[in-house]
Every structure is written in C-alpha cells, then in structure tokens.
C-alpha cells in the first residue's frame, strides 16, 4: 500500500510525495529544487515515476518549486499531469507554471469534483474546499482501492483499500473537509500554531489577526478537535503538517498526540520543515 514522504512542510516550504511501487504523486511543489531531489533521494522515492502534481492553492511556499521542477523532470523526460482547480490557475496568472507547456500536462478541475490519475489505477481522488485566504483553496482525499501492488494479499475486495487524507493551510474545518475526511486510513492535517505563542509571538497584529482568523491556519487546539472527530476505527497513521516556525514548537503538537493516541495503534508523526518524515499505511 501507498508510501508517504511529507518532504517538507511548514510557511517555507511544502511538498509531500505519495509512492505506491507503480506511480509517485506529489502535493504541492513549494520546496526549491535542490531540496526536492536531496530529500526524494534520501527517503528512497523514485521521481522518475512522478505521474502528478497537485496543488492545493497558489501561496508561494506550495507553489515557489514548480517551475523549475518541471523543467528539471522534463530533461529527465518526465511529464507529470499537473491538478489544479481552474480558479486557482486563473489566480496564478502565469506565476509558477513555466511557460514552457510541452514540459507538462494540465488537468484542471474544479474544487469539489472527485477525479482520477494516469498511472494510478484503482485510485480517486476527491477535492475538497478549506477556508484559506486565496482564491479557491483545497485538500484531497486519496482513495486507493485494490492497490495491484498488493498481489499475495489473498484478502478479499475491500480488505485492499487505503484511504488518505491531505488537509492544511485552513482557518477552519470545512463542512466539506469533515464529510470528505471521514473515515481515512491516514490523516495528514495541519497543526500551524499555538494560540498563546501567536498571540505574545513578534508577528504584526494584522497578520495575528490573519493567521489566528478563519482563512488562516488551524491552530494546535482545533488540530486536537479535529482529530477526535475525525479518527475512527481505520485510522492507522497521524501526521502533523505545517508547523509554524514562528508560532508552535513540535513538542506542543507531540504532547496533543500523544494524549489523543497513547492507547490507540495509530502511529503519531510531527512533519518538519527542515527533514522529510515518511510512513506507509
Ligand atoms: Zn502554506
Ligand atoms: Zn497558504
């Protein structure tokens, strides 16, 4: 089943791979290259099998890498399908996509809408709306139902399925995100900051304001609720996203984890800015 590299994650940077032994998919592209190809090759992911790029909204630090990432793959003679939703690629307008379209394939889609992946057989993804100051912001579910990788599994249908969960860069968990979060394997969903730390932390009052406000980011406390909603009796692993340097420090989010799972088979993981963190489910 699907391997997961969050590569980086946090305000300079986020990239996070999903492998599984046919195909790699990639959710945002904010880190630079170098990065990229230093921390895809030191947790073993192979971007010559890269088949996608989604991307979840237009801030820089989940769209800054693309463009010379693609034309890096391109030389490779790698040709990902990019996702965006059409209003976020009108709002880019022309930033971070190279200019160069033989280089890539656009598959835009609207946010909401469920689709599928070339290379990913078996595989739906659904978009869901957060609540982020852009244009038309999104997290993705990936539903991957007897995954052909799987192949001794003698389990019958169903038994082969693995569903994933992709949720940052929110103010508040959508009633989109929470019907479409429901019941997965593995949730990768935002902890940005501590409440007490962003309130006496340096940041100017607007941009408190903005962080702390509903097209923010989710702070550690509604991270917490979140999970006891949304955790159910498939969850297998837990990952923390987009930390704020500035504002959380790993060992808060740690402790929230370690008090919602201590008597849980969830796996429990703080994704950094600074070192890829990668688990299977
Ligand atoms: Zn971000
Ligand atoms: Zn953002």
């Known amino acids: 089943?699907?391997?997961?590299?969050?590569?980086?994650?946090?305000?300079?940077?986020?990239?996070?791979?999903?492998e599984t032994t046919a195909a790699t998919l990639m959710v945002d592209c904010g880190t630079n290259l170098k990065t990229l190809?230093?921390?895809a090759a030191a947790v073993g992911a192979n971007l010559a099998k890269l088949k996608a790029i989604l991307i979840t909204h237009e801030h820089i630090d989940h769209l800054g890498g693309l463009g010379k990432a693609l034309r890096y793959l391109s030389k490779q003679g790698i040709y990902p399908d990019i996702f965006v939703d059409v209003v976020t690629?009108?709002?880019?307008?022309?930033?971070y996509f190279s200019d160069d379209k033989t280089v890539y394939h656009l598959?835009?889609?609207r946010v909401g809408e469920c689709f599928g992946i070339d290379g990913f057989?078996?595989?739906?993804?659904?978009?869901?709306?957060?609540?982020?100051?852009?244009?038309?912001?999104?997290?993705?579910?990936?539903?991957?139902?007897?995954?052909?990788?799987?192949?001794?599994?003698?389990?019958?249908?169903g038994?082969?399925?693995?569903?994933?969960?992709?949720?940052?860069?929110?103010?508040?968990?959508?009633?989109?995100?929470?019907?479409a979060l429901d019941g997965c394997d593995a949730l990768l969903l935002e902890a940005n900051h501590d409440p007490e730390m962003l309130r006496t932390g340096s940041y100017a009052p607007p941009l408190k304001e903005r962080v702390g406000g509903e097209h923010g980011?989710?702070?550690?406390?509604?991270?917490?609720?979140?999970?006891?909603e949304l955790a159910g009796p498939r969850l297998q692993a837990v990952c923390a996203m987009h930390l704020s340097h500035e504002n959380n420090l790993p060992h808060l989010v740690a402790d929230i984890l370690d008090g919602l799972f201590a008597d849980s088979s969830a796996?429990?993981?703080?994704?950094?800015?600074?070192?890829?963190v990668s688990f299977s489910v």
């Open 107 to 109: 598959r835009r889609f």
């Open 89 to 95: 690629q009108a709002a880019c307008a022309g930033r």
């Open 217 to 228: 980011h989710l702070s550690n406390e509604q991270f917490g609720v979140a999970l006891q």
């Open 267 to 276: 796996a429990t993981y703080v994704a950094s800015q600074s070192q890829p």
């Open 37 to 39: 190809r230093e921390r």
């Open 121 to 157: 057989p078996g595989l739906e993804v659904q978009s869901f709306a957060t609540s982020h100051d852009v244009a038309n912001p999104c997290g993705f579910v990936f539903d991957f139902t007897n995954a052909p990788e799987s192949p001794t599994s003698d389990a019958g249908a």
């Open 1 to 18: 089943m699907p391997k997961i590299h969050v590569l980086a994650s946090g305000s300079a940077g986020n990239c996070t791979l999903i």
């Open 159 to 179: 038994q082969n399925s693995c569903r994933i969960g992709y949720c940052t860069d929110t103010g508040l968990i959508t009633a989109a995100a929470r019907a």
